[in-house]
């Protein structure tokens, strides 16, 4: 028996290590390629690189509510048999959606400029934004498959994968661009190295699934129409916050410049990237698993879930985001290596990076209500802190002024997660939630601050060497938040479920 429970602990400790390191090698690998693009096509080509991206991660954010909704059944489902060739079939029709509006936007794109119609773009402008069109629908794809694999348990192969497609994408750009420099030639790699990407990681989840491909039909317009109405709220959802946190970038490119852009991109990636990877792999270890147990009923599982959810999302989090913030500029030189553009980074990346923290440190919430299935609520959170972002946004860069543009963008994050607690407290009873974040959020973070703010201070004392200096008080620092988080827990994981503690005194 004591073999037995090893063995599961460490194919448990096995897969979280494999989704961590999926998720986080993967866009490591993102951030490795990006300075070099910037190098190789010079800054106001940059720029429009940047637009291209921000609109990838915009896509992959709004992907129609696919994603979290296939991945949410995948989870339920994963079980059952019967249930999981039904979420396989709603997967492959969510394929063909998403081809439909990717060659519609292909067929627009080039027949303008060949019906010789007054557009203001070249039959070469129209391929690439074709091009655009089949990448992001690739890359949503991709993701909806990926987050599939996550949900069956199949981490270990979607974390190859992950890495393996980010790092065989940005490499074989770099290849072509050295020879090649051109926007349009970047576009054609990420397409071709995306389609094989796709193909391969599909063809290991329907393996994984091991669903059936008989007795339905494919184009069953009936059930497309039923997959698009479950998916009406979380559009709105995704659509809002996905607008907002991405469209940034457009907006500066339009009322300032290409090269400005392209300096914003660069601070927000720094802010909201590093602290993202970090807190990515925690959501898609144990969403699957809350909205698992809320629909088996198991509320003292919930419980210990919940709590072992928002302990390790602050161990992992808060020491990063500190060290980040605090030594800011030895993490920006070791990145991009330019000490003007460092400089000019410098004045905006602390306000998105406060923003961002705090975003990171509330998936939780958005977890359950999703597992809850409080849609609408999570679509009038994000169309309303959206509407507000994007009208604070164009007034301020209108103005060219980046740190205001800054300053809207942590409002949006703070409104954000302001809301998804207050959302949460009043399902779960403001009492629970006062003891769950006080010993949950406020807790580890007080232990970890001032951990990580001692040693800060020891280093730069006694000159320690650079390298050292910079991980070494993130890391015992967030180790010492560890051992206080695994104290708790292990005082309070047998409490009961959300709904019996609304009756706790």
């Known amino acids: 028996m004591s ?137 949503v794809g991709t993701n909806i498959v990926q987050l599939s694999l996550n949900a069956l348990g ?158 390790v999302l602050m161990c992992i989090v808060v020491g990063p985001s500190l060290s980040l913030a605090f030594q800011m500029s030895d993490w920006l030189m070791l990145w991009l290596h330019d000490a003007a553009q460092v400089n000019r980074i410098m004045i905006i990346a602390p306000i998105l990076l406060a923003g961002g923290a705090l975003s990171a440190t509330g998936y939780y919430p958005t977890t359950y209500l999703i597992a809850a299935e409080d849609n609408g609520y999570l679509a009038r959170l994000s169309i309303v802190a959206a509407i507000g972002v994007l009208i604070a946004t164009p007034f301020f860069a209108a103005h060219h002024d980046l740190v205001g543009v800054a300053w809207s963008y942590c409002a949006f994050y703070a409104a954000g997660f302001v809301g998804l607690w207050l959302r949460l407290a009043s399902r779960i009873g403001w009492g629970a939630m006062a003891r769950f974040l006080a010993i949950a959020y406020l807790m580890p973070m007080l232990v970890i601050t001032l951990a990580y703010l001692s040693l800060h201070a020891v280093a730069a004392a006694f000159a320690v060497p650079a390298p050292l200096a910079l991980l070494g008080p993130m890391a015992v620092a967030s180790a010492v938040g560890m051992l206080a988080c695994a104290a708790v827990f292990l005082r309070e994981r047998n409490r009961p479920g959300w709904a019996a503690q609304k009756e706790i005194p």
């Open 3 to 139: 073999r037995s429970r090893s063995s599961h602990g460490f194919a448990i400790l096995a897969d979280f290590v494999s989704l961590f390191a999926g998720r986080v090698g993967g866009i490591l690998v993102t951030l490795f390629f990006i300075p070099q693009y910037n190098r190789l096509l010079g800054a106001d080509a940059f720029g429009a690189i940047a637009v291209v991206l921000s609109l990838q991660a915009f896509f992959l954010m709004s992907d129609l509510g696919l994603a979290t909704l296939i991945s949410r059944d995948t989870a339920v489902a994963r079980d059952n048999p019967a249930a999981l060739a039904a979420v396989a079939w709603t997967r492959r029709r969510a394929e063909v959606i998403l081809a439909v509006l990717a060659l519609g936007v292909l067929a627009v794109a080039i027949s303008l400029p060949l019906a010789g119609a007054p557009v203001p773009w070249s039959l070469t402008a129209g391929v690439n934004a074709g091009l655009i069109a089949i990448l992001m629908v690739l890359l």
């Open 154 to 311: 199949l981490y270990r192969a979607g974390a190859g994968i992950s890495v393996a497609g980010a790092l065989a994408r940005g490499a074989a750009t770099v290849i072509v661009l050295r020879s090649m420099p051109s926007f349009s030639a970047l576009l054609q790699v990420q397409v071709a190295m995306a389609t094989v990407h796709f193909v391969l990681a599909r063809w290991v989840l329907e393996r994984g699934c091991a669903a059936s491909t008989d007795g339905e039909r494919l184009l069953n317009l009936p059930e497309m129409m039923r997959l698009m109405r479950r998916c009406t709220p979380l559009v709105l959802y995704t659509l809002g916050g996905a607008a907002a946190v991405n469209l940034d970038k457009s907006i500066v490119s339009a009322f300032i410049s290409l090269k400005i852009a392209g300096t914003y991109f660069l601070a927000t990636t720094y802010a909201l990237v590093p602290v993202g990877i970090l807190s990515g792999p925690i959501n898609s270890y144990f969403a699957p698993r809350v909205a698992h147990a809320r629909h088996a009923g198991d509320s003292v599982r919930e419980y210990r879930l919940a709590l072992t959810f928002q302990l």
